[in-house]
């Protein structure tokens, strides 16, 4: 281990089980098992990294002529990597109110079967379910002796509904996940709204592209804080010099009104008890009231951008860690719902989400609602379909007029460097003016 | 030697088929922050899943410890106990197949120098440019996968990959570039090249008014649009489930008839070639749409014996558990040729957002990556943001062409395309 400066070691065994439900046939159902380890080891310049299968049992000679191999595979590196001081300490996993793993999955599998008969109604011509649960058993430790360990299991289920008329398709979906216990329980309520919004698309109005008001429901909302403000604050990406925020700490680029946060500590979906790099996970104000003021870090982003704290360094068992969203989200204002509608007078209220994507260091980013209503003088009217809105980063939170009382978050996985991790993201209702809205009618 | 034969034994016993997938490689890898090598990592890695047939019910599980088979041909077992027994007419038996690789490349190991190379060849390309390079990245890995199955299946297939990929900055003007291969062909510095002219030449766009206009999908762009919607309306189980636009279409002309698609798995520079499936059903040259025409979906066994037709050899493993699942191996969008790039239109490098759109109705709106007005072959001006809308299966009804330019990405191999009159939402 000559010339290691520091190492760590990350090592996630644990099972996951899945239910797949196709129009009452259950396709498939079982559980399979993982095993992987990540060996960092920081030598003279860069990272070394070793990612190895079926790492339990690996003795300490062994983990020896596994750093002594990091060590050289870092020979290529060229870039000095510092590692600032994190906080350590690891915070309690949230208890769960039913383990998922005392429910025998023939006893999951029936309940998710109820709820997709539940999304069998006239005009539904497929319906899917599907039910996860993962069980990971974290173990850290690194060459300054921090060692912590956790369990942490993450369930949840979706269910899908097609609805057809005259060749048109169209879907309405639900899902839910959680780390608080088995969460199937009483949602055939959610079957079936996935399979009434589904037939109600069918008649939905094509959106009208264009710039207009628009008023965003909380899980959209928090789409847009997570792609809109929430990748390019990334330290890596601020590093890099690829993300329109770098350089811009203590800046105002909101309206007073916007507070945009994230915090791995809150018990949600991407609650993480400490980070992959073993360091103590906290709340992290990435705009506060309109000003950018902090950054997302890993103990090397921190150390080479500041602005912040270490503790969003997070990883799919078996790859190295990135620095990642975990639960992000718009502090809610002062407003009514309603009157955000009559506030907006014309234009479209946005609802649901199928996913967005952002190019930080471009600055401009795109989302895409589930399904949405004109807005009329000032009163929510028709439905419309396959609506999306753009922006740029450094003029949109200034559009931010009005945020609602009630904050509401939802759960979903993101997508970075080819790993998914568990993010939730929430809002109030929002109002922006002047949104860039894509649909397919010419305006 | 891994025990494979060891666990069709002890899982004939227990289930009338069972069936053996294993993937164990190595691969090395770098990453750039800017413009210096930051991390280095080197990945050992191993799959094992199983799948048992026992009375039409399938049974899956994986697992990462080879030690580990009999926990996991249990869970197998124990899997296909809860599943909906399916009509099985049984896992495929010895093809004779030509056992010779196609896209390998014998000579490939996992080597740093190589990786360091790639990378400097694409800074040197990118500095051409007036950019900075914000992130890069290059991989070599060597694969090998073997399926064996209690009917006397087994086959072995080597794998290399090599890829690389570059971003860079210009202002706030981006440009990524990467590519793919199963051999040392890239050129790393056209790579470099290409991301640093999308970076440069994107500085300083003009806004465009909304408005119909005639565009040019790069390879890349038309890919994402074609992954997100097309391929999925060709999978035979989207086709009975109901939740294919083309399903009762076959037969009909269902895009415009200069274009045919079909899965080539034979295709000496596809990423995604071989000659069995991922369930061992030999591979076939597969007409999905001939000159417009819609002529066959693709089937795995699974959802061939339900609904009485053949399996089409297009079992991938993307399944739970690491089961099979209908995929494809290179998808060919053909056509005729032209150039497409002399009268005016907009340019459009890539697309973000292409995942969000409806895969069911085909409806989609996306923001533009990259877009330029080109005229005479050249680009002309860049587009400083636009959105572009439509629906896949319409825009495809009536093009103007393919360009000559073909692609591979990912398992998709695809021209430039150009379109009229598409709808653009400019600012």
Same mark, same amino acid.
């Given at each position: 281990m000559d010339g290691i400066r520091y190492y760590d070691i990350r090592h996630v065994c644990g099972q996951s089980t899945h239910i797949e439900i196709d129009n009452r046939v259950i396709e498939s159902a079982g559980t399979s098992f993982f095993d992987h380890a990540v060996i960092r080891a920081l030598s003279a310049k860069g990272w070394g990294i070793l990612t190895v299968d079926n790492?339990?049992?690996?003795?300490d000679k062994e983990l020896e002529t596994l750093l002594g191999k990091a060590g050289r595979v870092s020979? +290529?590196?060229?870039e000095e990597v510092s590692l600032a001081d994190a906080k350590r300490g690891i915070r309690n996993v949230p208890s769960m109110?039913?383990?998922? @793993?005392?429910?025998s999955i023939g006893e999951k599998a029936g309940i998710m079967i109820s709820i997709e008969k539940a999304a069998t +109604?006239?005009?539904?011509v497929n319906t899917r379910a599907n039910y996860t649960e993962r069980f990971e058993e974290v173990t850290f430790k690194d060459s300054s002796g921090a060692y912590e360990h956790y369990a942490i299991c993450r369930s949840g289920f979706g269910i899908m509904a097609v609805a057809s008329r005259a060749g048109s398709l169209q879907m309405g979906y639900e899902r839910r996940h959680s780390i608080?216990?088995?969460?199937? @329980?009483? $949602? $055939?309520d959610l079957g079936r709204s996935a399979a009434e919004r589904a037939v109600a698309l069918l008649s939905a109005l094509p959106a009208r592209g264009g710039t207009m008001n628009a008023v965003l429901d909380p899980e959209l909302a928090g789409v847009f804080a997570h792609e809109a403000v929430g990748h390019a604050s990334e330290g890596d990406l601020i590093q890099e010099g690829n993300?329109?925020?770098?350089?811009?700490?203590?800046?105002?680029?909101?309206?007073?009104i916007v507070t945009i946060v994230d915090d791995p500590?809150?018990?949600?979906?991407?609650?993480?008890?400490?980070?992959?790099?073993?360091s103590r996970v906290d709340r992290t104000e990435i705009i506060r009231r309109g000003v950018v003021a902090g950054f997302l870090h890993s103990r090397e982003t921190l150390a080479a951008v500041g602005n912040g704290h270490a503790g969003n360094a997070r990883a799919m068992p078996g790859e190295p860690p990135l620095v990642r969203m975990s639960n992000t989200f718009i502090e809610p204002g002062e407003s009514n719902t309603d009157e955000l509608i009559a506030e907006c007078r014309n234009g479209i209220l946005l609802m649901g989400s199928r996913g967005g994507q952002v190019d930080p260091g471009r600055g401009v980013f795109q989302f895409n609602a589930e399904y949405g209503y004109l807005i009329e003088n000032g009163e929510c009217t028709r439905m419309v379909r396959d609506v999306s809105l753009s922006g740029e980063i450094l003029q949109?939170?200034?559009?931010? $007029?009005l945020c609602s009382k009630e904050k509401r978050m939802h759960q979903g996985y993101c997508g970075k460097g080819g790993q998914s991790v568990p993010v939730s993201d929430g809002a109030p209702h929002i109002l922006l003016s002047g949104a860039v809205v894509g649909g397919s009618v010419p305006d | 030697m891994y025990p494979i034969d060891e666990i069709l034994r002890k899982g004939s016993v227990l289930a009338d088929e069972v069936e053996v997938y294993i993937s164990e490689g190595l691969s090395v890898s770098a990453d750039l922050k800017r413009t210096k090598v930051s991390r280095a990592v080197e990945s050992q890695y191993f799959g094992l899943s199983i799948r048992t047939i026992k009375e039409g019910k399938i049974g899956t599980s994986s697992s990462?410890?080879?030690?580990?088979w009999e926990k996991c041909l249990n869970a197998s077992l124990a899997s296909g106990s809860l599943a909906t027994p399916q009509p099985w007419q049984g896992l495929p038996y010895p093809a004779?197949?030509?056992?010779r690789p196609i896209a !390998?490349?014998?000579?490939?190991? &996992?080597d740093n120098d190589i990786i360091v190379n790639l990378l400097k060849g694409m800074i040197d390309g990118a500095s051409s440019y007036p950019v900075e390079v914000t992130s890069g990245g290059a991989s070599l890995s060597v694969q090998t996968v073997t399926l064996a199955n209690s009917n006397g299946v087994y086959y072995s297939r080597p794998q290399s990959h090599v890829t690389a990929s570059i971003e860079t900055i210009r202002g706030n003007s981006t440009g990524y570039e990467f590519g793919n291969s !199963?051999?040392?062909?890239?050129d790393p510095i056209s790579i470099g090249e290409r991301a640093g002219f999308l970076a440069s030449a994107s500085f300083g766009g003009v806004d465009i008014s909304s408005g119909p206009y005639d565009v040019v999908l790069s390879p890349v762009a038309f890919a994402q649009l074609v992954g997100a919607v097309l391929i999925p309306s060709l999978s035979g189980r989207n086709v009975h489930a109901g939740?294919?636009?083309?399903?009762?279409?076959? /037969?009909?002309?269902?895009?415009?008839?200069?274009l045919s698609v079909y899965d080539d798995p034979?295709?000496?520079? /596809?990423?995604?070639?071989?000659?069995?499936?991922?369930?061992g059903v030999p591979t076939r040259n597969l007409s999905l749409i001939r000159e417009g025409i819609l002529e066959n979906f693709s089937y795995d066994l699974k959802t061939a014996y339900r609904y009485g037709k053949e399996s089409t050899?297009? %079992?991938?493993?993307? /399944?739970?558990? /690491?089961g099979p699942a209908i995929g494809n191996h290179n998808v060919v969008v053909d056509g005729p040729r032209k150039d497409?790039?002399?009268?005016e239109a907009i340019y459009i490098q890539d697309v973000v957002g292409?995942?969000? %759109?409806? &895969?069911?109705?085909?409806d989609f709106s996306v923001e533009l990556t990259n877009p330029f007005r080109i005229s005479g072959g050249n680009y002309e001006k860049p587009v400083r943001k636009a959105m572009m809308s439509g629906n896949v299966f319409e825009m495809l009804g009536i093009t103007a062409g393919l360009g000559k330019d073909d692609r591979v990405i990912g398992s998709l191999v695809v021209p430039s395309i150009r379109l009229k009159k598409q709808h653009i939402i400019g600012s």
């Open positions: 790492y339990s049992g690996t003795t020979a +290529i590196t060229a109110h039913e383990d998922p @793993r005392d429910v +109604i006239e005009g539904i608080r216990g088995l969460n199937i @329980r009483h $949602q $055939q993300s329109v925020l770098a350089g811009k700490g203590g800046e105002r680029i909101g309206s007073p500590s809150l018990p949600e979906f991407g609650f993480e008890p400490c980070d992959a790099e073993g949109t939170l200034h559009s931010i $007029q | 990462s410890n080879p030690q580990g004779g197949l030509d056992s !390998y490349d014998p000579s490939l190991t &996992p !199963y051999t040392l062909d890239l939740r294919s636009r083309l399903g009762s279409s076959l /037969g009909l002309r269902v895009i415009d008839p200069a034979f295709l000496e520079k /596809g990423l995604s070639s071989t000659r069995w499936d991922a369930e050899g297009s %079992a991938v493993r993307t /399944g739970h558990g /690491g497409i790039m002399e009268d292409a995942h969000t %759109a409806n &895969p069911l109705s085909g």
